[in-house]
């Protein structure tokens, strides 16, 4: 019996029962079938989408063409005016081509020993997303070596690169991509974001930007 085999067996004798050794048989899994046939097309998506993301207090814009796209990030960027701008490394945003417009910008991508000091220093992030929501407005990054979540968390000003096929009716859907992944394949964390951070204190006094980005601007492609 193995270390882990002998942890669960522990668990099980003190809860009184023998340990499973296979998933119990769940009759009903999943949502119920109205939902499933509940379908929206990809305009009617994107559309709830941004309904969802502006009443967070974030931003969309969308365009036709990539070449659109550009020219409206490199104008935002124009009027924000970072010192730098943060991206993941590697080749994750290559098919953005941001290359083409981030000349005028120091550009921050991940390398381990300093990445942390300059990500505190950026004041604008740059990522793509994995999947978007449109049910909640919500962008979904799944995390490793080179899509850091620091990326979309440390800088002021988060901007979100979507793909309108990317854009899912409902959670569901998503986590229905996830249940498939393998144990050396699952990204290092997946997080969810919906709009700008917003915190709480125990007197519901309302403010944003303290554990996150203050500003949420989401770029989306349309197919």
């Not at 119920?32 to 709830?48: A, G, I, M, S, Y």
């Not at 290559?94 to 981030?102: E, F, V």
């Not at 962008?139 to 002021?156: F, H, I, M, Q």
Request: aromatic share 8%.
């Amino acid at each position: 019996m193995t270390a882990k085999e002998e942890f669960l067996a522990a668990i099980a004798k003190k809860l009184g029962r023998e340990r499973m050794t296979h998933p119990p048989v769940r009759p009903v899994k999943g949502p119920p079938d109205f939902w499933n046939q509940f379908v929206l097309t990809e305009e009617e998506k994107v559309e709830r989408f941004v309904r969802e993301v502006e009443q967070l207090g974030g931003k969309v814009c969308i365009y036709g063409t990539p070449d659109q796209l550009l020219q409206g990030l490199k104008q935002l960027l124009e009027d924000l005016n970072p010192p730098s701008v943060l991206t993941w490394g590697g080749n994750q945003l290559a098919d953005w081509q941001l290359d083409r417009i981030l000349t005028d910008w120091e550009v921050m991508e991940w390398e381990r020993s300093s990445f942390l000091r300059d990500a505190a220093q950026s004041t604008v992030g740059i990522t793509s997303v994995d999947y978007a929501i449109a049910d909640t407005g919500t962008l979904v990054l799944c995390t490793n070596e080179d899509k850091v979540r620091a990326a979309s968390l440390l800088p002021a000003v988060h901007i979100a690169l979507v793909r309108s096929e990317q854009i899912k009716t409902r959670m569901g859907e998503v986590l229905e991509g996830f249940a498939v992944f393998k144990a050396d394949r699952a990204p290092s964390s997946i997080h969810f974001i919906s709009g700008p951070s917003r915190s709480a204190d125990i007197e519901n006094d309302l403010s944003i930007g303290v554990h996150g980005p203050a500003a949420l601007y989401i770029f989306i492609l349309n197919s």
